[in-house]
């Protein structure tokens, strides 16, 4: 089957006449342009919103009858992903565990839950939590928890802590109840790449701080990837456009 498409693209190409190749190479690059645009100043990508860190302790465990929390409030719209660092105290762990994220005004409310396998934890790493996004995100208050049911002291995982209560934004919560203490953790919210840009700018000074700075480094990026685009193509017009090799039929 692929030889088939494969003869058949080059037969397209041989029965094209040399101006409309041109057209159509002109055609295909614009697409490309047109993509890396949409890309840039349209498609929305995770961005990173808040980070707690770093960490100083281990949780007590989560287990039957611990439910471990933090509350936070996100500075963007869009709020879709969590990262939690964990432990696995250096074990193998298998007992289900549920991610979920709530938010709590003007009362609680479940927004998304996520139920995973402790032995997919990896020890002293974030784990990623990715949701469909919640738009109106911005300046509320939210909470994520973790609870296992199932797991036991012999087979469970923590989370991370840090013990000087360095987020002001929010708290730790242990069973619902507010400790002097902070979940290491990130949070991402769904933004188009020049509006991170605009973000970056505005909180730097010196160069990283200058527009100019940035937009030269995009023009030549994306005129690399015209030119390696450019290049690709010219490769495949020429593989596609080769004439079969005639056989001597005498």
């Known amino acids: 089957m692929p030889g088939f498409f494969w003869r058949q693209s080059s037969s397209l190409c041989l029965k094209l006449p040399e101006s ?11 697409l490309f342009i047109f993509w890396q645009i949409y890309l840039i100043f349209l498609a929305k990508h995770p961005t990173r919103d808040i980070e707690v860190y770093p960490n100083t302790n281990p949780s007590p465990s ?7 929390g933090q509350t936070f409030v996100p500075t963007r ?6 990262e939690v660092m964990m432990g696995t105290y250096d074990r193998e762990n298998n007992k ?14 479940l927004l998304r839950k996520i139920k995973f396998n402790a032995s997919t934890v ?7 939590f990715s949701f469909p996004p919640v738009r109106q995100s911005k300046e509320k ?5 973790l609870s296992s049911p199932g797991s036991t002291p012999e087979n469970s995982i923590c989370v991370w802590l840090n013990r000087k209560n360095i987020y002001p934004q929010g708290e730790f919560l242990y069973n619902e109840h507010q400790q002097p203490a902070d979940v290491v953790f990130r949070s991402y919210a769904q933004r188009p790449i020049i509006a991170e840009l605009r973000t970056i700018i505005s909180k730097n000074r010196g160069i990283m ?10 023009v030549i990026f994306e005129v690399l990837q015209v030119a390696v685009f450019i290049l690709l193509l010219n490769w ?13 039929e005498n």
């Not at 719209?77 to 969590?82: A, C, E, M, V």
């Not at 208050?141 to 928890?145: D, G, V």
């Open 20 to 30: 409309k190749l041109i057209y159509l190479k002109i055609i295909l690059i614009s």
């Open 236 to 248: 495949l017009f020429k593989l596609f456009g080769k004439k079969e090799p005639q056989t001597d």
């Open 77 to 82: 719209d869009g709020l879709s992903q969590i």
């Open 62 to 68: 989560i287990i039957k009858g611990v439910t471990l």
């Open 96 to 109: 289900d565990i549920e991610f979920s994220l709530w938010s709590l005004a003007p009362q609680k409310k």
């Open 209 to 218: 701080g200058q527009l100019w700075f940035f937009v030269t480094i995009l």
């Open 141 to 145: 208050k939210f909470c994520f928890q």
């Open 122 to 128: 990896k020890n002293n790493l974030f784990h990623k």
